[in-house]
């Protein structure tokens, strides 16, 4: 697998200096980063023709919304609680998708969606009767009538290196293959989906369309279809991307079939756009090794430090040894594991010491949890003009009202 990468080290989007204020832990984002990122895929929008969705999974802070609404046509979700705050809170439109939707779930999302996305084909057949004639006489959809429905493929065509993280992973539950589908199209859907990339270029969408095109050439030439949602994990908005090679792939997609396409990332809407504050709580020794124990945690505030694996970037540190001093920086939950990993520093951390964790702001905040009781960060933003805003704080109630 390659993809178009760049040497450039990811930047700090916001200063430690500009954070003395900020109470750890926090989560601040940069508005100003949120919007670049955004025009970016505007430019993709204009020159291709295609809509991009903001894909609620990897960023949610709805005070942000207002900011990239100005550009993004709505959001996707993965099911009813994403798909109510997307209409709620966003606007625009709502796209759902699902492994599998239980019939309360919806129930409850066909009223605020205006495209559904089923994962198979039983799931088509056993809803596929709300679409009835009906049903049609009820207006459910926001714009009137039901959503447009769709069905998503499994190109059975690799491009991810980490199988947590690969939907055509041998075995995987993710989607229609070609022998599943058959020759022809299930009576009444009208746009098909695949999501095969995560954190990718162009380059890996081009094989994968390659690897659609073989596998499923004559559904998309069907006169029914509508629409293709080209999915997540396009890293757009990274340095060294070929948006230019992006903007040809959809064009020669859209001059082939005639279908409206869509882009459905998260990550590139919230890249490099914020920061997680931490201090430093103590700092142990065991076997020759420093640990600074800090008030963020691996565990429940950044997993993807654990799952992926992935290193985050610190502001002023370097690798182990770089650099005078080196410690290992733990969190404070019971997990052993609890470990972000080991950095260097020009001066000996100390209790109160301040660590700015850089590129924080996706796939962090809708994924922390409250294990062990440790308090989520609080959300702050600085907006354009400079000013930082706590915008959310949790307590004691948060942890408790989730338990019982």
């Not at 178009?4 to 954070?19: F, K, M, Q, V």
């Not at 894909?55 to 046509?73: M, Y």
């Not at 009137?144 to 065509?157: A, F, K, V």
Request: with cysteine.
């Amino acid at each position: 697998m390659t993809e178009s990468t760049d040497d450039r080290p990811i930047e700090i989007a916001i200063p430690g200096a500009e954070l003395t204020r900020v109470a750890t832990p926090s989560f601040v984002i940069d508005e100003a980063r949120i919007e670049a990122n955004c025009q970016m895929l505007d430019r993709v929008q204009k020159k291709s023709g295609a809509k991009i969705l903001l894909a609620l999974k990897g960023f949610a802070t709805w005070a942000l919304f207002p900011t990239i609404a100005r550009t993004l046509v709505g959001c996707t979700a993965s099911g009813l609680h994403e798909a109510l705050l997307s209409r709620e809170k966003f606007g625009g439109e709502v796209h759902v998708y699902s492994p599998a939707f239980s019939d309360g779930d919806l129930a409850a999302i066909l009223p605020v969606a205006d495209h559904v996305i089923f994962n198979s084909l039983s799931q088509w057949h056993r809803f596929a009767p709300h679409w009835s004639r009906r049903a049609r006489e009820t207006t459910y959809s926001p714009q009137g009538g039901l959503p447009s429905r769709g069905l998503r493929l499994n190109p059975e065509h690799r491009e991810v290196e980490v199988e947590l993280y690969d939907p055509c992973a041998p075995g995987s539950r993710l989607g229609v293959t070609a022998d599943q589908l058959g020759d022809t199209l299930p009576e009444g859907i009208e746009g098909l989906h695949f999501h095969t990339l995560c954190e990718l270029g162009s380059d890996a969408l081009e094989r994968t369309l390659g690897a659609i095109g073989d596998r499923f050439g004559a559904h998309l030439a069907d006169p029914r279809l509508q629409w293709l949602n080209f999915g997540g994990g396009h890293h757009i908005t990274r340095p060294g991307y070929d948006v230019d090679l992006l903007i040809t792939l959809i064009q020669k997609h859209r001059e082939k079939y005639g279908h409206q396409v869509y882009l459905e990332p998260g990550e590139a809407i919230a890249l490099n756009a914020g920061v997680l504050v931490a201090s430093v709580l103590d700092v142990v020794h065991n076997s020759g090794v420093d640990t600074a124990i800090l008030d963020v945690s691996a565990t429940a505030h950044m997993p993807d430090v654990l799952e992926m694996p992935y290193r985050p970037v610190i502001e002023d540190a370097g690798e182990p040894g770089a650099r005078k001093h080196t410690y290992r920086l733990g969190g404070p939950t019971c997990l052993a594991g609890d470990v972000i990993g080991d950095w260097s520093f020009d001066a000996p951390l100390e209790r109160g010491s301040r660590i700015v964790f850089g590129d924080m702001a996706h796939y962090t905040v809708v994924k922390t949890t409250t294990f062990n009781g440790v308090p989520h960060p609080s959300i702050a933003v600085r907006w354009k003009g400079g000013a930082i805003d706590v915008v959310r704080t949790f307590g004691y109630e948060d942890y408790r009202d989730r338990l019982g």
